[in-house]
């Protein structure tokens, strides 16, 4: 794997009991989650927002995220494979100054965590005092944990919540997705140019 300033922390050690990376966190943090394959341009309005916020409030800055794409792994039959290995993209996180990777591999004991009890546990092992998520995101127990609930959540929890507009091309959201079908139709050019970030 490639050489990474950011410190890697596997879920399966924030869940022991024993877990304190308390002395690193006395100010809080500030992060986001997903899956984050590509990364594209949509994934870096919300990276800029986390490091910008980090930075501002001397926060560290964290990112959640997966060892494989959850959608390769819940829509095998129908999926067109990861955009990015899992090695790029903690080099594009490392590169963009993240502090820390959460790495979670994921799991039929992970896939029956209601988002609360997810949050819940972030909260307390890494206190959180900031989230940026797109519109659309949405975690938990078949993914009933969304923007209103997180808002709630967050509000109830003295955690600040931010969720940002769609990142649109031509009218369309652009999406990993978006690019998956890109690359199968051939489309390199316009699949690469969504994979560049904003300045």
Avoid at 92 to 98: E, K, N
Avoid at 117 to 123: A, G, M, P, R
Avoid at 125 to 135: A, D, P, S
Wanted: aromatic share 10%; charged share 25%.
């Amino acid at each position: 794997m490639a050489q990474l300033i950011m410190e890697i922390i596997n879920w399966s050690e924030i869940t022991k009991e024993n877990f304190s990376l308390s002395r690193n966190f006395q100010n809080g943090s500030a992060l986001c989650i997903g899956s984050f394959d590509g990364p594209h341009r949509g994934h870096y309005e919300i990276f800029k927002k986390v490091l910008s916020h980090s930075d501002n409030n001397s926060l560290k800055s964290i990112i959640v995220t997966f060892s494989r794409p959850v959608t390769g792994i819940k829509k095998q039959n129908d999926y067109l494979g990861d955009i990015s290995t899992l090695d790029q993209r903690l080099s594009v996180f490392s590169s963009l100054g993240f502090d820390y990777c959460v790495l979670i591999d994921f799991s039929e004991a992970f896939a029956g965590l209601s988002g609360e009890e997810f949050f819940s546990i972030l909260k307390n092992k890494l206190n959180i005092k900031y989230i940026c998520e797109g519109l659309d995101f949405k975690c938990g127990h078949k993914g009933s944990f969304k923007m209103n609930e997180i808002i709630l959540w967050g509000k109830k929890n003295g955690v600040e919540t931010e969720f940002i507009q769609l990142v649109l091309e031509e009218g369309e959201r652009i999406s990993s997705s978006k690019i998956r079908k890109m690359l199968k139709e051939h489309k390199e050019n316009e699949a690469r140019s969504l994979l560049t970030a904003l300045p």
